[in-house]
């Protein structure tokens, strides 16, 4: 089974990213999508709420910046999919 990781997913490119992963891509294949998104400004859990079964598309809030979280999910992923972005870096 492929495990994808796709970070920054509740955003306006995650969110159909994700959505072309489950319809579309591997609509009828073994697929596990996990999202990690922190959810601040730009993050929108409402465009992927009905992408989030807990059985092909699992939600993390969480910070990229978290080592150990970033780290165990890395452990059980195929392909990762970075789409975190930040406007203001202070």
């Given at each position: 089974m492929k495990t994808y990781l796709v970070t920054g997913a509740a955003g306006f490119i995650g969110a159909n990213y994700i959505k072309?992963?489950?319809?579309?891509k591997y609509q009828n294949?073994?697929?596990?999508?996990?999202?990690?998104?922190?959810?601040?400004?730009?993050?929108?859990?409402?465009?992927?709420?009905?992408?989030?079964?807990?059985?092909r598309c699992v939600f993390v809030r969480g910070d990229i910046r978290d080592?150990?979280?970033?780290?165990?999910?890395?452990?059980?992923t195929?392909?990762?999919?970075?789409?975190?972005?930040?406007q203001k870096v202070m």
């Open positions: 072309y992963l489950l319809e579309k294949d073994d697929i596990k999508v996990i999202v990690l998104d922190l959810l601040t400004y730009a993050g929108n859990l409402g465009t992927i709420k009905n992408d989030i079964d807990d059985k080592r150990d979280l970033v780290n165990g999910l890395f452990a059980t195929t392909l990762i999919m970075w789409l975190t972005s930040l």
